[in-house]
């Protein structure tokens, strides 16, 4: 099974900025749902940004105007742009990847067929 490799994670102040990045660890079909997931204080792991290959973007609302999610389709990779962190925005950041084009589904942890081992992100005081 191939493997999505997530870097970027560290420690930052509340406020501060952090981005990551997500890559296959071999080659894959260009997948429909590339998006970066998130389990946060102890929470279910929820979808919170993601971008379809025709570059259609979603968001969950908690981080509309803060994150940046952006994908080079010819490398199938993922970035996240994080500005003004919270301390609700701590925790395990995943990414995920879809195969399959289901309309609405690019946020859905159940669509996907890929994953990353996460990378963290921690509050530094």
């Known amino acids: 099974l191939v493997q999505l490799v997530e870097s970027g994670g560290g420690s930052v102040q509340a406020g501060g900025s952090l981005t990551l990045s997500c890559s296959p660890s071999?080659?894959?079909?260009?997948?429909?749902?590339m998006g970066w997931f998130r389990e946060a204080r102890g929470n279910q792991r929820e979808g919170i940004a993601a971008i379809d290959s025709d570059g259609h973007i979603m968001y969950a609302e908690s981080v509309k105007g803060r994150f940046t999610v952006s994908r080079d389709n010819t490398k199938n990779t993922l970035t996240l742009q994080m500005n003004d962190l919270q301390p609700e925005d701590f925790g395990l950041y995943y990414c995920g990847a879809s195969l399959t084009k289901e309309t609405g589904a690019c946020l859905n942890i159940y669509a996907m067929d890929h994953w990353g081992r996460g990378t963290l992100v921690t509050f530094s005081s």
């Open positions: 071999e080659y894959i079909e260009i997948p429909y749902c």
